[in-house]
């Protein structure tokens, strides 16, 4: 056998190299190694609106004022550093930035226009921030945050605003923060395992809660311990609000979620000649099921009036319900109250979908249980119980009944002889007949999913049940804030070596959502004036009600280039240039704050 001979492999050409090529290539590192070493500063003009907020209400100077410090200490005062910290959220990111990255986020800009004097990013140490939080804590952090936010309306000519939301929420901590180093001192907030409105339970939390005003203002907020409830944070900041508003806080609506009716809550609020005046929720099992009474009088009654679509701002695309409404008075807990019972024409599709669910589940269990057998009766009618017990609430039933059959089998082995009698067997099985839909059921499930009850101790002739009912739904506004709050850049997940540092880095996180809330109800009361909606959005659509996110991206597209003594504002898009003017009224820019 003969084998192909390899082919010859062609010598290949010796490379030449190409100095022209590499001198080249070596000559655009070197401008490029000295182009890095370029003294020009940019600074974005989001960050400077928020730091003229900052100025405007004093911030730095409060600071400095409000905690201990000795400036022959400090590189940087604690007011320069909290700003920053506040600042530092609003930068441009994927994620949030540690402390003892502080100085690469700030890289690059001039952070004299953005604190008032000079500092140097690289010299911003962890060290620093973590100095300025103990002190910030130690001098009663929260409360600084309130006194700043009393003062926000009047700073920035805004109306008074007489409505209060509040509620809480959960933030999730890495660490293990042992609580026996923290349990023998009562001032220092307590991480631990609670109710996770993160979905979280495997990881140790605090808890904040915050209270706005109608607009979504910040006037409070508070750090408490990882397992506090809403009813004991509501209870407290009632008496808070009482004995910072005095006499006034008759003239204030608070408004919660359910968790904040109970009789210890109710007798506080009904203590004095001028009743606090409440919205809430009445929750299913309050006040001997009350809600459920009112939903079968209104049902029986249904004298339902139309309240038409109850939304502040409709979208005007026919897809916001429409509301009906009935009022009771009542007595609960020695307190007259209103209850107003709303239900609304968008909850059909959601129970066709539980009773679709419910039948499938119902179908599958009872399959699972007649094909059973079971070598004895006491079985059979034990699973029998347990499926009628854990089926008890759905919408569908079956007769049921436990039966025995009697099984013949011819013995083991070849036949014999003499045949063997054969093997007798005595199963029982449980039988069903026709699954029937209980209609009745269905009936109740769909009140209960249309409608819902807000209790209130404000008479009807003061406040309708259609402005009740709107009041009650601007509670995302307090919502909304979380949800900022709880962004990557700022309080998504939190790691600080001591508590008492946490409790002072939320508070100035907080600082950050209440300038979030200043830029949105500014920007939306001037569009508000225009004659028509400026056309500043994404590919120039027009603002209608904007989000201050969406103000701060449209910032973004401007920066500050300083270089030494030279000042320049840059539009990243040029034809925005045009723009700027009309943007810096939208937001209430005023050059003399910086």
Known sequence: MTYP????????????????????????????VKGSE????????????????????????????YVKWDPAQWKYSPGVLAQLLVIAVFIPANKKVALSRMHQVYAGMDLEVLVGEPVEAAELSDGFFAAMLDRLWEARCENFLCSVALTVRTIFDLPPDYVLHSDTTSHVLYGDYDPSEYASDSSLVLPTYGYSKDKRSDLKQIMTGMVTDGDGLIR???????????????????????????????????????????????????????????????????????AEKIRIKAYEKQEWESLGICCEHPAGKGKEPEYWGQTFKRQVFSLSVWIHIYKSGDAERRLQSKIEKNRAEFESDIKILTDREYACEPDANTDLAAFLKSHSKSFFSASLSVASSVNEKNPVGRPSAKPKPKNIEVVWTVSAGQIIQNEGKIERQRQKDESFCLLTNIDPDTLGSKEVLLRYKAQYRVEHNFSVLKMPL????????????????????????????ILQVISRARIATCEEPPRLGTENRPLIRPKSETMLNILALYEIITEGDAVSIRSKIPERRTQLNLLLFLVDFKPTSI
């Not at 309080?491 to 809330?517: C, N, Q």
């Open 220 to 290: 409070f907020s508070h750090v408490l311990d990882g397992n506090t409830a809403d009813c004991e944070y509501n209870h407290m900041m009632i008496k808070i609000l009482q004995e910072v508003y005095g006499d006034e806080f008759c003239r204030y609506t608070y408004i919660a979620d359910s968790k904040m009716l109970n009789k210890k809550n109710l007798d506080l609020i009904s203590r004095d000649d001028k009743p606090v005046k409440i919205i809430s929720r009445i929750p299913e099992n309050f006040a001997g099921k009350l």
């Open 38 to 65: 370029d003294s020009t500063q940019r600074t974005p003009l989001s960050l400077i609106l928020i730091a003229t907020y900052l100025n405007r209400l004093n911030f730095k100077e409060s600071i400095n004022r």
């Open 5 to 32: 001979k390899p082919q010859a492999r062609k010598k290949k050409g010796k490379r030449r190299s190409h100095p022209q090529k590499m001198n080249t290539l070596r000559s655009e590192f070197e401008q490029t």
């Open 490 to 517: 700022l309080a998504s997940t939190l790691f600080l070596e001591k508590p008492e540092r946490i409790e002072a880095m939320m508070t100035l996180l907080y600082f950050s959502v209440l300038m979030h809330g």
